[in-house]
């Protein structure tokens, strides 16, 4: 007969932490063997409901570290840290298709994690667990600073790090969904980057003008780091993924007034009229609309709108007069953007002109499009706004999730160490101080 | 402006709780540079609290404080910890002051800055070449305070998260009357359903009034709670709460049957000038060898320490200002030198943890 299990330890540490930064969960006082289930839930700022969970065995000494014990199957298996946040995901009943994006960098994110007894899969809000915990994790670091930017018709905001500086600069772009996006930036400044998220797809001059911004919106944004006296001038860099990518290689090849340091351009692609603004570039992409497709659950796959890759200069960022550090990231199972196959194109042309010691190009199979700061939950499809036909569709974004979750972390500690690397002075590319990602 | 950026000083883990530990780091400084790594603390009474340590950085341009020898400041040698115990109030500031937060639901915020050259003051006049904010918690997430007015008792309980049953404290502090939550607060963090007791009014020290009964109802708050444990509920005493509580353990009828019946440990130091507690612990260990209990007893003794033991990391005070019942105003003298009250702090709280730990 079994007894009752009970005084069961639970422990987080850190409790409070940063996005990027891993835990240890450690169970304690169970019973040598006991089957017991580790449970992750947040509730996230629009009220949806997200849970993992994983099945671990107690050691002989009533013990389970998710640091070192493997998980024998729930939302993830094997030896996976921070597998409980990364395979986090909508409960059963909620709305489909949602993706976790956290727009209020100013409040941590809440998550409880429980034990309960057995191997169960379902069912946890409707039972007492045996222990519980809860873990803030947080994007905006102690003393970092959030400042709304509107000067210059701009839509940004900066996030600055602690102490008088000065710091080196990023331009922050995201995608084609538009809006301001900020826990990048905010995660940015934690690590030492004064950071300005920019909006460039719904800015306020376009919701109420109906226009899209020109080139000069981008050079603007980059000025108001230039001038910024707690910012060196001449360490600003930019970092940019899908859609964000073609502007990043835009600017760093053509731009008079930027002068980048670095770049990284994440899941995106060179190819673009090179003389487009916005507005131009996508109605390039949508030229090709023919070539959308669509897999068996309706999934929108836009991969083949850029294809094939183009001869014709003028359709592509010339990339062989780039003359500064490139970290080009994709995912290899990306069904969004021909991320790969614009990647494998641009080393071949750094090749040939001669310039390809600048390039470093990260490629993971079976990552997906999204490329997002580490253990931010996996979402294979989602809805998506098409900004142009203003139509609400579900875009397929690829990638199988540990694969993918495995990408973001190692993505993620390889820019950061690049972002040092050439924006902080000297040869301290020692990444000691990141042994805690 | 130079093209130089400034370096980069970093506080691992920024949130804390505040006795966990941390690591402090500087990088990116030219190497074999002399520095000063200084800490600044604005307390709930907006008094000024700063320490600071004399660091030489490596061939590498690095300074780490857990790994590095300080030469000078408020503390010397290797202290990972030192920019927090060492803390003292700013030069000018009035005589006699304590650090003790009163709001715990906030974090303290400390400020750790990097400064050129081996500076022994005016560092709020010059800039420094970086720094970083850092924040030490009483409270952990999740965890649950709840104002206690109950059959006369005046308290305030913290409840860990989760569904429990938890292993109950009756936490009693000393003389100085009032509410003292920072305690209670921190073991509510480490799983302890703990209730902080507010026996006096501050300032008041009625003697007479204090009934025994007060404390047996305010014991049973805590045992009778639907989510703790009723027979794993503790006392934790300091100064007068301590005497109180070994007069509980002993005495009381509701609190444990008997003589002491239960495991006691007594922390004592050797400078402690406000009470005889070393004379007083030699006393109880004899009269327990008498009794043939005395296996129940540990008792951690430290010399050099002040009377005032408190969480770790707690910024030591020699003598602080305290208000007596005729409201007179008096300096107590509360002993101990700052390294070792600073390094007894730090080594009776584990100890302590790991004893209720043990016996709950």
């Avoid at chain 1, 100013?106 to 007894?117: C, D, E, N, R």
């Avoid at chain 1, 306020?204 to 707690?230: C, S, W």
């Avoid at chain 1, 008079?256 to 916005?278: E, F, M, N, T, W």
């Avoid at chain 1, 090749?351 to 499009?369: F, K, V």
Wanted: charged share 20%; with cysteine; hydrophobic share 40%.
């Amino acid at each position: 007969m079994d007894r009752k299990q009970c005084c069961v330890k639970l422990s987080v540490q850190p409790s409070r932490g940063l996005m990027d930064e891993k835990f240890i969960i450690l169970v304690q006082n169970v019973f040598p063997g006991f089957q017991l289930t580790l449970h992750a839930l947040y509730k996230c700022d629009d009220g949806h409901s997200w849970e993992a969970f994983a099945h671990y065995t107690a050691s002989a000494i009533g013990t389970v570290n998710v640091s070192e014990d493997p998980s024998l199957g729930g939302t993830y298996s094997g030896v996976e840290p921070m597998g409980l946040l990364w395979s986090l995901r909508p409960v059963p009943g909620s709305k489909p298709w949602l993706r976790m994006r956290k727009m209020n960098v100013q409040t941590p994110m809440v998550v409880t994690i429980s034990v309960y007894p057995g191997h169960q899969t379902e069912g946890f809000l409707d039972q007492v667990s045996l222990a519980g915990v809860v873990v803030e994790r947080w994007y905006m670091a102690p003393g970092v600073r959030r400042i709304p930017i509107t000067e210059a018709g701009l839509t940004a905001t900066l996030f600055l790090p602690p102490g008088p500086g000065p710091f080196p600069g990023l331009l922050d772009l995201w995608g084609g969904g538009g809006k301001l996006v900020e826990y990048r930036s905010a995660l940015l400044a934690s690590h030492g980057f004064a950071s300005l998220a920019l909006d460039y797809l719904t800015p306020k001059v376009t919701i109420e003008t109906g226009k899209m911004v020109d080139n000069q919106y981008f050079e603007r944004a980059y000025k108001v780091l230039e001038q910024h006296p707690q910012i060196l001038s001449s360490r600003i860099a930019m970092i940019g993924l899908s859609f964000g990518t073609c502007i990043t290689f835009k600017m760093a090849v053509y731009s008079q007034v930027a002068k980048l340091r670095c770049i990284v351009c994440i899941s995106g692609s060179h190819v673009q009229p090179i003389d487009g603004s916005v507005e131009q570039i996508m109605s390039f992409f949508n030229k090709n609309a023919e070539k959308t497709r669509f897999n068996n659950e309706n999934q929108v796959i836009w991969h083949d709108l850029l294809l094939p890759i183009p001869t014709d200069p003028s359709l592509k960022v010339d990339v062989g007069q780039l003359q500064c550090p490139l970290l080009l990231v994709v995912g290899e199972d990306d069904q969004n953007w021909p991320a790969h196959e614009s990647a494998m194109d641009i080393k071949e042309m750094m090749e040939r002109a001669g310039n390809s010691h600048l390039l470093t190009l990260l490629s993971y199979p079976n990552a997906g499009h999204l490329i997002e700061p580490p253990f931010t939950p996996f979402a294979k499809a989602s809805a998506f706004r098409d900004i142009s036909s203003r139509q609400m569709l579900v875009a397929l974004w690829g990638g199988e999730t540990a694969a993918h979750s495995r990408a973001q972390e190692d993505a993620w500690r390889k820019t950061l160490v690049f972002l040092r690397a050439n924006l902080y002075a000297g040869a301290n590319t020692d990444a000691t101080s990141f042994s805690n990602l | 402006m130079s093209d130089t950026v400034a370096p980069m000083l970093s506080v691992f883990p920024s949130r804390a709780l505040v006795d966990e530990n941390f690591k402090v780091v500087v990088e990116n400084l030219p190497p074999g540079s002399p520095v000063t790594l200084h800490s600044l603390h604005q307390c709930e009474d907006k008094h000024y609290w700063e320490a600071y340590g004399h660091y030489i950085s490596n061939h590498r341009g690095t300074v780490s404080v857990t790994d590095d020898l300080s030469f000078g400041g408020t503390y010397t040698g290797k202290e990972a910890m030192g920019l927090l115990w060492s803390m003292r109030p700013v030069p000018g500031s009035r005589e006699g002051l304590r650090l003790r937060k009163r709001n715990v639901c906030s974090p303290l915020l400390v400020n750790i800055s990097v400064y050129r050259g081996h500076v022994v003051e005016g560092f709020r006049e010059q800039a420094p070449l970086a720094s970083s904010l850092t924040e030490r918690w009483y409270m952990a997430p999740g965890l649950q305070r709840i104002e206690i007015r109950e059959k006369g008792v005046r308290g305030t309980l913290f409840l860990p998260p989760g569904p429990g049953p938890f292993p109950g404290l009756l936490d009693v502090w000393g003389g100085g009357g009032g509410l003292v939550e920072y305690r209670s607060a921190l073991l509510g963090s480490h799983g302890y359903a703990s209730l902080a007791l507010e026996y006096f009014a501050p300032g008041e020290l009625k003697s007479s009034d204090l009934e025994f009964n007060y404390f047996e109802t305010a014991f049973n708050i805590v045992k009778d709670h639907p989510q703790v444990m009723p027979d794993k509920v503790g006392i934790f005493g300091l100064s007068l709460g301590a005497s109180l509580t070994l007069l509980l353990a002993a005495e009381s009828s509701i609190i444990k049957v008997g003589r002491i019946n239960c495991p006691v440990m007594v922390v004592n130091s050797h400078d402690d000038q406000n009470m005889a507690t070393v004379e007083s612990s030699e006393d109880m260990a004899q009269m327990m060898r008498a009794a043939g209990n005395l296996h129940l007893l540990t008792r951690l003794y430290y010399p050099d320490a002040g009377h005032l033991i408190e969480p770790p990391y707690t910024p030591h005070f020699r003598a602080t200002k305290f208000v007596k019942d005729t409201k007179e105003k008096v300096i107590l003298l509360w002993g101990g030198q700052t390294k070792p009250h600073s390094d007894a702090q730090e080594d009776s709280w584990k100890k302590i943890l790991a004893f209720l730990e043990q016996n709950l």
